[in-house]
């Protein structure tokens, strides 16, 4: 909730984000705002400001598929005014292994938009 408040400028409450609901779309962002006025925008760590519903797939890592959970397009970082994302989407992994630990798949991404 402390990133919608921070992102936005809005009290939590009003932007109604929680652990079940993300960041509502109609939201304007800070880095929105960077982008137009023309910086460059960065966003390193967790994300988790995702929508009502996760997008499950497979992706190969080191030749092995392995599932993993992402955010819906439209909710992802680079849709909400970052250049580049580096970091996870999910509540919570594991440091050393960066596996969601309420999913146990692979969350650690670098500037990856799922489309």
């Known amino acids: 909730m402390t990133r919608s408040a921070l992102l936005t400028g809005r009290n939590p409450i009003r932007t109604q984000v929680n652990n079940a609901r993300g960041l509502d779309l109609g939201e304007h962002t800070l880095p929105q ?3 137009a006025a023309g910086y ?17 797939t ?16 439209e909710y992802q970082p680079q849709n909400r005014g970052w250049d ?15 596996l969601s ?15």
């Open 40 to 56: 460059q925008t960065f966003m390193c760590g967790k994300w988790h400001l995702g929508g009502l519903y996760n997008t499950e």
């Open 84 to 98: 580049v994302h580096y970091g996870e989407y999910t509540g919570a992994i594991g440091y050393q292994t960066h």
């Open 101 to 115: 630990q309420e999913f146990g798949t692979y969350d650690w991404w670098l500037n990856v938009c799922v489309r």
């Open 33 to 35: 705002t960077f982008k």
């Open 58 to 73: 497979n992706t190969v890592i080191n030749g092995i598929a392995v599932p993993v959970i992402r955010e819906n397009v």
